[in-house]
T-cell receptor, first 116, second 113 residues
Framework: AQSVAQPEDQVNVAEGNPLTVKCTYS??????LFWYVQYPNRGLQFLLKYITGDNLVKGSYGFEAEFNKSQTSFHLKKPSALVSDSALYFC??????????????WGLGTSLAVNP | GAGVSQSPSNKVTEKGKDVELRCDPI?????LYWYRQSLGQGLEFLIY????????KSGLPSDRFSAERTGGSVSTLTIQRTQQEDSAVYLC???????????FGPGTRLLVL
């Protein structure tokens, strides 16, 4: 079965330090991977995606993620964290067996707290 | 431009009542998805619409759940005879045909008492 794991429920980092939010996946076939962010009482906002090509993907708000096929990982990174980055982060993978239905399979989310 | 909108933003209902949740996708987006976000369960897919094709209802948890999409635009998710376990945030997303990125609305927070 296709699945996504976010091994950390919460990540704490000091402002200005680099941050990493981890994601591993289990899919058969080539994975299409996504990161979304959710601010309190707001919907999900798209950050970045990996479909094919360069393993390092750059996205919104200075975030980037690296696709690592051998480790089946797609960790989200940012070189210098801001307090405003504090939010809930979700990793997702497209179900490759759903045909035209591009439904996403989601991790449980990681709460990021950036301390001033 | 305008994003995905959903209404109501919050809904409190009594067990056994029916509720309707509305989603207005981004103009021109032919694909529309409903997801449910529950505490401890994360996000789960409910239903998918693409243009005039038959919807993929494979994620609907029971026959109390149904959805329709009129005119290829606005969608309504209906939950009949609500139960307390239906309490969740219901999220709608839309995308362009063939596009991978889904754009989400703010969600409807449903509380069943």
């Amino acid at each position: 079965a296709q699945s996504v794991a976010q091994p950390e429920d919460q990540v704490n980092v000091a402002e200005g330090n680099p941050l990493t939010v981890k994601c591993t996946y289990s899919v058969s076939g080539n994975p299409y991977l996504f990161w979304y962010v959710q601010y309190p009482n707001r919907g999900l906002q798209f950050l970045l995606k990996y479909i094919t090509g360069d393993n390092l993907v750059k996205g919104s708000y200075g975030f980037e993620a690296e696709f690592n096929k051998s480790q089946t990982s797609f960790h989200l990174k940012k070189p210098s964290a801001l307090v405003s980055d504090s939010a809930l982060y979700f990793c997702a993978v497209r179900d490759p067996w759903a045909g035209n239905n591009r439904k996403l399979i989601w991790g449980l989310g990681t709460s990021l707290a950036v301390n001033p | 431009g305008a994003g995905v909108s959903q209404s109501p933003s919050n809904k409190v209902t009594e067990k056994g009542k029916d509720v309707e949740l509305r989603c207005d996708p981004i103009s021109g987006h032919t694909a529309l998805y409903w997801y449910r976000q529950s505490l401890g369960q994360g996000l789960e897919f409910l239903i998918y619409f693409q243009g005039n094709s038959a919807p993929d209802k494979s994620g609907l948890p029971s026959d109390r759940f149904s959805a329709e999409r009129t005119g290829g635009s606005v969608s309504t998710l209906t939950i009949q005879r609500t139960q307390q376990e239906d309490s969740a945030v219901y999220l709608c997303a839309s995308s362009l045909s063939g596009e991978e990125t889904q754009y989400f609305g703010p969600g409807t927070r449903l509380l069943v008492l």
